[in-house]
C-alpha cells in the first residue's frame, strides 16, 4: 500500500513538472539566420530559446543556446494579441540589431547596447 502510494505521488509530481514547462508561456524559440546583434552581444545564426519574467516595461530577456544563457537583457512586454501574425523580428536600420520579436500573442521590445554577456 505504501509503495503505490509513493508511486502515485511521483507519477502526480511528474505530470505536474511537465504541465508546468509545456504551459510556459514567457518561453519561445527563435532561429536566427544571420549574426543578430541584442544590447551589446553578437549572437551567431542559430536556434535559440527565449525566456523572459516579468511584465510591462520590467523584463528581463535571456537568450539560451544548448540549455547557457548566452545573454540577458532588458526590455518591454507588450501582450496585445497578434493572432494573423507569424512569429517576426524587427532589425534596425544596420540590419543587425533586433528592435523586437513579436509572436501571436505578445511582443518583446529591446533597448539597445543595456546587454549583459555570460
Same mark, same amino acid.
Given at each position: 500500500?505504501?509503495?503505490?502510494?509513493?508511486?502515485?505521488?511521483?507519477?502526480?509530481?511528474?505530470?505536474?513538472?511537465?504541465?508546468? /514547462?509545456?504551459? !510556459?508561456?514567457?518561453? =519561445?524559440?527563435? @532561429?536566427?539566420?544571420?549574426?543578430?546583434?541584442?544590447? #551589446?552581444? %553578437?549572437?551567431?545564426?542559430?536556434?535559440?530559446?527565449?525566456?523572459?519574467?516579468?511584465?510591462?516595461?520590467? /523584463?528581463?530577456? !535571456?537568450?539560451?543556446? =544548448?540549455?547557457? @544563457?548566452?545573454?540577458?537583457?532588458?526590455?518591454?512586454? #507588450?501582450? %496585445?494579441?497578434?493572432?494573423?501574425?507569424?512569429?517576426?523580428?524587427?532589425?534596425?536600420?544596420?540590419?543587425?540589431?533586433?528592435?523586437?520579436?513579436?509572436?501571436?500573442?505578445? @511582443?518583446?521590445?529591446?533597448?539597445?547596447?543595456?546587454?549583459?554577456?555570460?
Amino acid at each position: 500500500m505504501k509503495l503505490r502510494f509513493i508511486t502515485l505521488l511521483l507519477m502526480f509530481v511528474s505530470a505536474a513538472s511537465l504541465l508546468t /514547462v509545456a504551459g !510556459s508561456s514567457n518561453k =519561445r524559440i527563435i @532561429t536566427f539566420y544571420q549574426p543578430t546583434v541584442v544590447g #551589446d552581444v %553578437t549572437l551567431n545564426p542559430g536556434e535559440y530559446t527565449v525566456l523572459w519574467s516579468g511584465t510591462g516595461s520590467e /523584463v528581463q530577456v !535571456s537568450f539560451l543556446r =544548448r540549455k547557457n @544563457t548566452v545573454v540577458t537583457t532588458p526590455a518591454t512586454l #507588450d501582450t %496585445t494579441p497578434h493572432p494573423d501574425y507569424a512569429t517576426s523580428v524587427a532589425y534596425s536600420s544596420d540590419g543587425k540589431s533586433i528592435l523586437f520579436i513579436q509572436w501571436k500573442d505578445s @511582443t518583446l521590445k529591446f533597448k539597445r547596447g543595456e546587454a549583459q554577456s555570460d
